[in-house]
Nanobody
Framework: QVQLVESGGGLVQAGGSLRLSCTAS????????MGWFRQAPGKEREFVAG????????GYEDSVKARFTISTDNAKNTMYLQMSSLEPEDTAVYYC????????????????????WGQGTQVTVSS
């Protein structure tokens, strides 16, 4: 079983950048397909970005595709979300998630697709 801990959230002005980290423990992330989700107040949790177990393929929600980059560092057992050109609409609690997958090139885009979740980190973008 893997445990996930997010960090790197904070308050940033519109147009700024942040890098979120998701550090895994218990098992190595190469055993998992992983993703980032976010949940704004009063809204459902939504997919932001995902990366395959192999690390070779990524997927993004359309509104962040040109601004966010998901990546992993297997040596650090950590997944990242580099966010740039942030907008007030990006304000949310950001969660990392993992799913044990025997398929190397699978990306899950729905909440039920994932088995393990972090506690979340708040990102607030001021206008």
């Amino acid at each position: 079983q893997v445990q996930l801990v997010e960090s790197g959230g904070g308050l940033v002005q519109a147009g700024g950048s942040l890098r979120l980290s998701c550090t895994a423990s218990g098992r190595t992330i190469t055993n998992y397909a992983m993703g980032w989700f976010r949940q704004a107040p009063g809204k459902e949790r939504e997919f932001v970005a995902g990366i395959t177990r192999s690390g070779g393929n990524t997927g993004y929600e359309d509104s962040v595709k040109a601004r966010f980059t998901i990546s992993t560092d297997n040596a650090k057992n950590t997944m990242y979300l580099q966010m740039s050109s942030l907008e007030p609409e990006d304000t949310a609690v950001y969660y990392c998630a993992a799913r044990g997958s025997g398929i190397l090139n699978w990306i899950g885009r729905s909440v039920p697709s994932y088995d393990y979740w972090g506690q979340g980190t708040q990102v607030t973008v001021s206008s």
